[in-house]
């Protein structure tokens, strides 16, 4: 199970945290990874980590400007975004599976967390 949580509301080039607590690891995951959608659009690939704190690979949307991170003591991975514009709206979800850029590889999704970039 996964469960997001920190999405809110922020102002143009400001900071937010997301967190991703995961409850145990299926033998079919390696990697955890954060996708975002927006209504009317296919869900959009926003980076991932190795299970466990591994590599991490990052959309081009993302890179210089969102980081992936993880705490092992607590099974739990971060996106720490700044610099956020209005762009970045979408309901941000955190995704388990084989790995890779796109969403069918992800067999488990979180609920998701609503990001809403605004002045």
């Known amino acids: 199970q996964l469960v997001e949580s920190g999405g809110g509301l922020v102002q143009p080039g400001g900071s937010l945290n997301l967190a991703c607590a995961a409850s145990g690891r299926a033998s079919d995951v390696y990697t955890a990874g954060w996708f975002r959608q927006t209504a009317g659009k296919e869900r959009e690939y926003v980076g991932a980590i190795g299970w466990g704190g591994g590599a991490t690979h990052y959309a ?52 998701g967390t609503q990001v809403t970039v605004t002045s």
């Open 60 to 111: 081009d949307s993302a890179k210089g400007r969102f980081t992936i991170s993880w705490d092992k003591a607590k099974n739990t991975m971060f996106l720490r975004m700044s610099r956020l514009q209005a762009e970045d709206t979408a309901v941000y979800y955190c995704a388990a599976g084989r790995g890779g850029d796109v969403d069918y590889v992800y067999q488990y999704w979180g609920q």
